[in-house]
């Protein structure tokens, strides 16, 4: 069973960038494919990114499609999320998830997904 960490997130003025990080123990990172997802207050979790296993293919949700690159290093068993030009409706807390496979059709449903980080919180102010 994999534990997953995110790590990365604060306070973020509007127009600025972040990395946020997961990292993985217990197994190798490369056993899963990772998103991320995020939850505003009030509302529900919603997918921003994924990476397949080998780090060939990734996806986007539309709103940081051409702002954001998710990153894989399997050697040092993390998966990064970078976000450029943060806007202040991009506040939320980030969250990273692990399945060992996922159907294209079915990545962007947090219920695909067996592992779960903690969170990083993420404000950008105005």
């Known amino acids: 069973q994999v534990q997953l960490v995110e790590s990365g997130g604060g306070l973020v003025q509007a127009g600025g960038s972040l990395r946020l990080s997961c990292a993985a123990s217990?197994?190798?990172?490369?056993?899963?494919?990772i998103s991320w997802f995020r939850q505003g207050p009030g509302e529900e979790r919603a997918f921003v990114a994924t990476?397949?296993?080998?780090?060939?293919?990734?996806f986007y949700a539309d709103f940081v499609r051409g702002r954001s690159t998710i990153s894989r290093d399997n050697a040092k068993n993390t998966v990064d999320l970078h976000v450029n030009n943060l806007k202040p409706e991009d506040t939320a807390a980030y969250y990273c998830a692990g399945t060992a496979y996922v159907s294209p059709s079915r990545l962007y449903m947090p219920a695909a997904y067996e592992y779960w980080g903690q969170g990083t919180q993420v404000t950008v102010s105005s």
């Open positions: 990476i397949t296993r080998s780090g060939n293919s990734m």
């Open positions: 217990g197994r190798p990172l490369s056993d899963y494919a």
